[in-house]
């Protein structure tokens, strides 16, 4: 996550979250009979607002194929977007971390809960 975070500073600014997770779930989507389960795990700083993005479209990108478990988890937050946001996605989608040190929790959250669906 450090790396992430330090090569983030240098990138030029810009939200793709919604295309990544589409390409991502979309990619996975087309392979996902090869394994027992399938999953994207979308990393954001929950900052939709800077870029007009609306929860409730990313709410139906998370949940646009029933064979990929897709997941958000906000890393970072200006106050309480992360918290407000994720209110704003479908139930159990979303996971707000700000420490980093919560983030094997959170996994084991995701992936017990998609062994019980």
Same mark, same amino acid.
């Given at each position: 996550?450090?790396?992430?975070?330090?090569?983030?500073?240098?990138? %030029?600014?810009?939200?793709?979250?919604?295309?990544?997770?589409?390409?991502?779930?979309?990619?996975?989507?087309?392979?996902?009979?090869?394994?027992?389960?399938?999953?994207?795990?979308?990393?954001?700083?929950?900052?939709?607002?800077? $870029?007009?993005?609306?929860?409730?479209?990313?709410?139906?990108?998370?949940?646009?194929?029933?064979?990929?478990?897709? $997941?958000?988890?906000?890393?970072?937050?200006?106050?309480?977007?992360?918290?407000?946001?994720?209110?704003?996605?479908?139930?159990? *989608?979303?996971?707000?971390?700000?420490?980093? *040190? *919560?983030?094997?929790?959170?996994?084991?959250?995701?992936?017990?809960?998609? %062994?019980?669906?």
């Amino acid at each position: 996550l450090k790396e992430m975070s330090a090569h983030s500073q240098f990138c %030029m600014s810009g939200d793709h979250t919604l295309s990544a997770a589409v390409l991502a779930i979309n990619e996975l989507g087309m392979v996902a009979d090869q394994y027992d389960e399938s999953f994207v795990i979308v990393l954001s700083d929950a900052n939709f607002d800077r $870029y007009g993005i609306r929860p409730e479209s990313f709410g139906k990108i998370l949940n646009r194929n029933e064979n990929v478990n897709a $997941y958000a988890i906000f890393i970072g937050s200006l106050g309480n977007q992360a918290d407000e946001l994720s209110k704003r996605l479908p139930a159990g *989608k979303s996971f707000v971390c700000m420490d980093t *040190k *919560k983030l094997p929790e959170i996994l084991q959250t995701i992936f017990t809960a998609a %062994m019980l669906k």
